[in-house]
């Protein structure tokens, strides 16, 4: 009983988070009429519009986001353009150039340079907001190539004058890059199109996402300003805004391409930004909502929403009691594990790949059954950033504070030269790999008492524990190694890396 309750607790719960994908996947047809495309109206006078570009030391990028902003059709005398740089490397040199080269062409567009990163990402967009002249804000991080006709594909929606802000869909320049960016763009547009579109359609509380959106300035200001006490300060001036009776909009048919990590430390390192953030935004900003006049079922989205990357700890306790209780329940009869444990794992663990199946086939109808080649290793890349995902809302929960960490851009398309420079941006996760190999190991271990045990209905739900945690451990251990091959041959980026790299 003291093995058997936790492990049913612990997977009661995590089945209620698998449950919850099903209902947004219920939410997202079921309010299929209430999607957004076009405006309600248009502006017969076009408003000022500002573009803010938070940088840090992103020098392989930022030529090309301010190439793509300075293409943005919107008439020149009503746009203005803030690079907002916090770098401490040469970025700063490139920024400068580069803004100093389109000014001279005649494009209203400055640079800021902080000495400090006081509040990070939230700190810079804060302090650009002082300078800004615009009634309307367009932001993009330095990955991105927003396309030519953004700013007007987004603009008219603010003819509502409820509308705080529209937020566009993320779509991916490198996805076909390696195996890694194939499943993290699945990740990613499962996000987009299910979480964003099912929200948003249900008219329940739903977050900018820090780029590719913009807000309306008087909404920013009336919910409080770009605050830095959470590594997701877009999501806590979410959260604040719609408090304040700030209506968003999604509009899932504008695209905004980005960069993708290419690298397994530097995904893991993002993902664990964006888990901490949330849950230092459901400390802050849940009892607000909880307490709030808001109706009940924003109450209830805003629990899971916030609060979703919880699963992360408890499948570290899933993981310590699966065998004992896997024995345990063997010797109990087949029956009552088939009545019992399966129905969980099946809520807890296949609504993840009905959730991104029916993603790709909302964004994909022609090719979409393609993605069942790559569901196992989404699963199983899940699985695998469990302890450093873990790690992160441990430190959310108790109050650890760390500074924001970048994800190291690229630009893949580079030369073997450029991406030897960049060696300085990797970042290394310590000891995580290898508690990864080890977790890894003792599920492999699993695997054959069951197969010697003919408890053969558990090894496909163990394997996807091994390839996880042997997948993400050995990509962050063996990133640097296919490099040092590219470099000698002159190939670097040119042609993609072999699995994950």
Known sequence: ????????????????????????????????????????????VMPRVTVQLPIFNEQFVIDRLVD??????????????????????????????????????????????RANREGFKAGALQEGMKSASGEFI?????????????????????TDAKIGMVQTRW?????????????????????????????????????????????RRRAIEDAGGWQHDTLTEDTDLSYRAQLKDWQFVYLQDVECPAELPIEMTAFKTQQARWAKGLIQTAKKILPRVLKSDAPRKVKIEAWYHLTANLSYPLMIVLSTLLLPA???????????????????????TFSVS?????????????????????????????????????????????????????????????????????RKYRKRLGWVPWIELLIGSYFAWTVVYAMTNENYITVPFLLLFVLGYWYTG????????????????????????????
Request: aromatic share 14%; charged share 20%.
């Open 68 to 113: 793509a902003v300075c293409r943005l059709q919107y008439p020149r005398e009503l746009l203005d353009i803030q690079v907002l740089d916090d770098s401490t490397d040469e970025t700063v040199e490139v920024a400068r150039a580069v803004v100093e080269r389109y000014a001279a062409l005649g494009h209203n567009i400055s640079y800021h340079h």
């Open 171 to 215: 779509t991916h320049l490198n996805r076909n890059y390696s195996f890694l960016t194939e499943v993290e763009a699945i990740l990613l547009d499962g996000h987009f199109v299910l979480e964003h579109g099912g929200r948003s359609r249900s008219h329940v509380f739903f977050n900018f996402n820090g780029t590719a959106g913009m807000w």
């Open 474 to 501: 050995l990509m962050s251990l063996l990133q640097g190694r296919f490099e040092r091959f590219t470099l000698a041959t002159g190939e670097l980026h040119e042609k993609p890396y072999p699995v994950g790299i």
């Open 326 to 348: 896997m024995v345990i329940r063997f010797y109990q009869g087949w029956f009552q594990m088939l009545y019992i444990d399966l129905p969980l794992f099946l809520a807890s």
């Open 354 to 422: 009905s959730f991104y199946l029916v993603s790709q086939k909302e964004l994909f109808p022609k090719t979409w059954t393609r993605v069942f080649l790559f569901l196992p290793f989404l699963m199983a890349l899940g699985i695998g950033l469990t302890v450093t995902n873990s790690r992160a809302v441990l430190e959310a929960l108790f109050g650890h504070q760390s500074a924001f960490a970048r994800t190291p851009k690229y630009r893949v398309q580079g030369t073997a030269a450029k991406v030897k420079t960049a």
């Open 1 to 44: 009983m003291l093995l058997l309750v936790p492990y049913f607790v612990v997977l009661t719960l995590l089945a209620s988070y698998g449950i919850h994908r099903y209902v947004l996947v219920y939410l997202y047809y079921k309010n299929r009429k209430n999607k957004v495309t076009a405006p309600p109206d248009t502006f017969a």
């Open 138 to 158: 367009a932001i993009f991080d330095a990955d991105f190539v927003p396309p030519e006709d953004f700013l007007l594909r987004c603009i008219h929606h603010f």
